[in-house]
């Protein structure tokens, strides 16, 4: 029985290892392991619970905008303070742009080259390739002309020999399906896509000040002013710019991001078939309305039966470590995350190593579970638990999805309906952005402009004691974040985050994570070039640098990129 390992899986964020055994060209057995330290519970231990959220949102770099809303969710639960309406709009148009740019950035620069073969591109013809893409959009980049001088500009940087990522990559793998027209094609939307996100996050700017790591965020509200009469705040001006901004990322999903997915799908259609995992999945729900209902709808859906949602009770989420290069007193129970403890405790061997024990210890990262049962955080979970809820707009957007690719919802519990169901998202996302900015500014029409709670400003109204917790739907999945406050400082915090859901090792009972669940059965064409594995967990956008963080303190290079 061969095995393979791949350390470190790269284009994520983060440092990821799996190590799967393979028979008869099929993945039989599987580990997802991190090989960092996280340590920032610690860091937050005795701090004001006001600054957590600054100090949380640099946990990650990529995720940038989600540690701190869950931060100040979780403080604002423990203490129970209610926020003003406008503040909730903000936050909701500030992580919407999170979401789209995020999803963005991840099909066609993390995740796109699983499927398009750069190097086939040199083949095409920009003729051929201006029709497809005719065929499929009124996109006005596709003239022939147009493809003609990106296959330039790939050939040029091929011949210069300065690959960059791209040196290590598996190009000419047996499993690369499509037409070197449709190659061409995605490496040119590859290249706007980089202008395109980029362009978008000015709405961070707008009301955050900056990006990444936003500076208006407050416990209570947001410090992002909003008057139409002041040139020193949020004003008509900048409405219509971030309408602007909008418009421009719209057509860019309505006319590219989705008509691309629509045209790769059919070519990888056993992909339907393949990553499908544990088939459990959990949403928080988030973007809340008026009302105080979410727009994506809060539940689980067990054994992939979407006749019935479950609700979701927090008291049943616990971490395990009993696989998990952490300490507890008894390992054979998993821990609420509010009573939870991050006792490092290393078992593994001294690097460099060829395998990991893992029949012990082989992961820096916890395992969580749900009423002791792994669950499948993310886009898809989302789109699940809304489609299963009968949320309108999901059900009508993954109903217009399967009537195109003409299947039924089960391609969903698969790699390719991951992929598929972030692209449906994102455009989710972009038209309810135009309705939160038209909710702002009608607010601001009738005057009403408060975007801050201060009754909670004065410590000594707190209680000597509280606990709380933050949820939110990031773009990677469920987010949660926990806070234990005695005496006006912070006594526990605890961040569970998407991937630590979705990378997780076994548990104390040996259930699998949704990672190494997803990658049984996995055909593999070639042991040495183990592409297959990159698609299926890269289809769930990793970000170890949320789930774990490592720091040598004798500044010593731990590991070699050696695959792309």
């Known amino acids: 029985m061969a095995k393979i390992v791949v350390d470190p899986v790269t284009r994520i964020e983060g440092h ?33 619970p006001r600054e957590a959220w600054v100090i949380t949102q640099r946990i990650c770099g990529v995720c940038t905008t989600v540690h701190s809303l869950a931060s100040i969710r979780a403080v604002e ?18 992580i919407g ?70 040196a290590n990559a598996y190009w000419g793998h047996p499993t690369y399906k499509l037409p070197p027209e449709a190659n061409l094609m995605a490496v040119a939307h590859y290249l706007e896509a980089l202008d395109i996100q980029r362009e978008y996050i000015k709405v961070h700017a707008l009301l955050g000040g900056k990006n990444p790591h936003l500076q208006t965020f407050l416990v209570g509200g947001m410090a992002t002013p909003v008057d139409p009469n002041s040139e020193n ?24 991001y989705m008509p691309d997915i629509l045209t790769v799908a059919p070519f990888y259609l056993e992909w339907a078939k393949i ?12 973007f809340p309305d008026a009302d105080g209902k979410n727009w994506f709808p809060r539940g689980i859906v067990l ?35 509010s009573e939870g403890v991050t006792v490092p405790n290393y078992t593994g061997p001294a690097p460099p190593y060829k395998y990991l024990n893992t029949d012990g210890k082989y992961s820096w990262v916890k395992a969580p579970r749900y009423d002791e049962k792994p669950m499948e955080v993310g886009p898809l979970a989302r789109l699940l638990v809304g489609y299963a809820s009968g ?53 601001m029409k009738k005057n009403d402009l408060d975007i801050h709670n201060h009754k909670w400003w004065e410590p000594d109204t707190w209680p000597k004691e509280a606990v709380g917790y933050g949820w ?58 183990p592409l297959e594995i990159l698609r299926t967990i890269h289809s769930f956008d990793p970000c170890l640098a949320c789930a774990v963080h490592v720091y040598d303190g004798k500044g010593n290079e731990t590991a070699a990129v050696k695959i792309m």
């Open 391 to 443: 949320q309108k707009e999901i059900v009508s957007a993954v109903n217009g999805f399967l009537k195109k690719v003409n299947a039924g919802p089960a391609i969903l519990f698969s790699t390719l309906g991951r992929t598929a169901a972030r692209a449906i998202e994102t455009l989710l996302m972009v038209n309810k952005t135009f309705e939160w900015i038209s909710e702002l500014e009608a607010n």
């Open 275 to 286: 990553g499908g995992g544990i088939g459990n999945y959990l949403s928080y729900g988030d």
């Open 472 to 529: 939110h739907e990031a773009p990677r999945g469920g987010l949660g974040h926990w806070i234990h406050i005695e005496n006006k400082k912070i006594k526990n915090y605890q961040a569970i985050v998407p991937t630590t859901w979705n990378a997780s090792p076994r548990d104390a009972r040996g259930a699998m994570g949704p990672y190494e669940a997803s990658l049984i059965g996995t055909p593999i064409a070639d042991p040495r070039k």
């Open 97 to 166: 742009s999170q979401n789209v740019q995020d999803h963005i950035i991840h099909f066609y620069h993390l995740h796109a080259l699983d499927w398009v073969d750069v190097v086939s591109a040199l083949k095409a013809d920009p003729v051929k390739t201006a029709k497809l893409a005719q065929s499929i959009s009124d996109w006005p980049k596709s003239s022939a002309t147009y493809f003609k001088n990106v296959k330039n500009r790939i050939g040029a940087f091929v011949k210069s020999g300065q690959l960059g990522i791209f």
């Open 303 to 337: 054994g992939k039966n979407l006749a019935k949602v479950y609700p979701l009770d927090e008291k049943k989420i616990t971490e395990h470590v009993t696989h998990s290069w952490y300490a507890y007193k008894d390992e054979s129970k998993g821990l609420r995350p």
């Open 16 to 48: 990821l290892r799996i190590e799967a055994e393979v028979k008869n060209g099929k993945i039989t057995n599987a580990w997802s392991s991190s090989t960092m330290f996280r340590g920032v519970e610690k860091i937050l231990s005795g701090r004001d």
């Open 233 to 256: 705040a949020l004003n008509a001006d900048a409405l219509a710019l971030l309408m602007k901004l909008q418009n421009k990322v719209k057509a860019f999903v309505e006319k590219v």
């Open 77 to 94: 639960n423990a203490l129970g303070i209610k926020i003003p309406d406008n503040a909730r709009i903000l936050r909701n148009i500030i």
